[in-house]
Antibody, heavy 117, light 110 residues
Framework: QLHLQESGPGLVKPSETLSLTCNVS??????????WGWIRQPPGKGLVWIGNIYSTGNTYYNPSLKSRVSISVDTSKNQFSLRLTSVTAADTAVYYC?????????WGQGTLVTVSS | QSVLTQPPSVSAAPGQKVTISCSGSSSNIGNNYVSWYQQLPGTAPKLLIY???KRPSGIPDRFSGSKSGTSATLGITGLQTGDEADYYC???????????FGTGTKVTVL
């Protein structure tokens, strides 16, 4: 059974960079036909797709976040990471890492990241 | 902001049926598969329906999906108190080159 687990700071200061890592167990991140990515949910609001990376390294990002986002993969550690630069209070959210094939079929439990000084 | 529109809320009594609509366009629902997700309070979303109308293993047949043109529908029959949750549709948008989620619908069991 595939398991995804997010890790990273729960508090980030405004204008700094948010960095999260997703550790994947129970399967290889190098598997073809799957995208690995991030989705966030501001408190009390809906789901927002951030972006995906394929095992080949190809990336797709939400146009509204594209200038500040990067997703990378480390196949040797079976994990992938998110970097979001120049954060503001609007970036406060629960961040989920997830696998997407025909649909987003596996989700991490989510980690709350608060942007505050 | 979302390109997929859902009703904010639907409700029905236990045992009844509810349907949730998801309205989009030719760049998303009209030409790509739709998925549906259930988010119970305080938990991560869970996949309910993929490729418009397929259920992953373990999802009861009380949940069904359909699509017509640029709209999709999730149906829940035999409503149970445990079905109280937020439900989201999702699909790829070919114009945006981005995955998009619906605005979300809260299901209340009366």
């Amino acid at each position: 059974q595939l398991h995804l687990q997010e890790s990273g700071p729960g508090l980030v200061k405004p204008s700094e960079t948010l960095s999260l890592t997703c550790n994947v167990s129970g399967g290889s991140i190098s598997s073809s036909n799957y995208y690995w990515g991030w989705i966030r949910q501001p408190p009390g609001k809906g789901l927002v797709w951030i972006g995906n990376i394929y095992s080949t390294g190809n990336t797709y990002y939400n146009p509204s976040l594209k200038s500040r986002v990067s997703i990378s993969v480390d196949t040797s550690k079976n994990q992938f990471s998110l970097r979001l630069t120049s954060v503001t209070a609007a970036d406060t959210a629960v961040y989920y890492c997830a696998r997407r094939g025909a649909a987003v079929d596996y989700w991490g439990q989510g980690t709350l990241v608060t942007v505050s000084s | 902001q979302s390109v997929l529109t859902q009703p904010p809320s639907v409700s029905a009594a236990p045992g009844q049926k509810v349907t949730i609509s998801c309205s989009g366009s030719s760049s998303n629902i009209g030409n790509n598969y739709v998925s549906w997700y259930q988010q119970l309070p305080g938990t991560a979303p869970k996949l309910l329906i993929y490729e418009d109308n397929k259920r992953p293993s373990g999802i009861p047949d009380r949940f069904s999906g359909s699509k017509s043109g640029t709209s999709a529908t999730l149906g829940i029959t035999g409503l149970q108190t445990g079905d109280e949750a937020d439900y989201y549709c999702g699909t790829w948008d070919s114009s945006l080159s981005a995955y998009v989620f619906g605005t979300g619908t809260k299901v209340t069991v009366l």
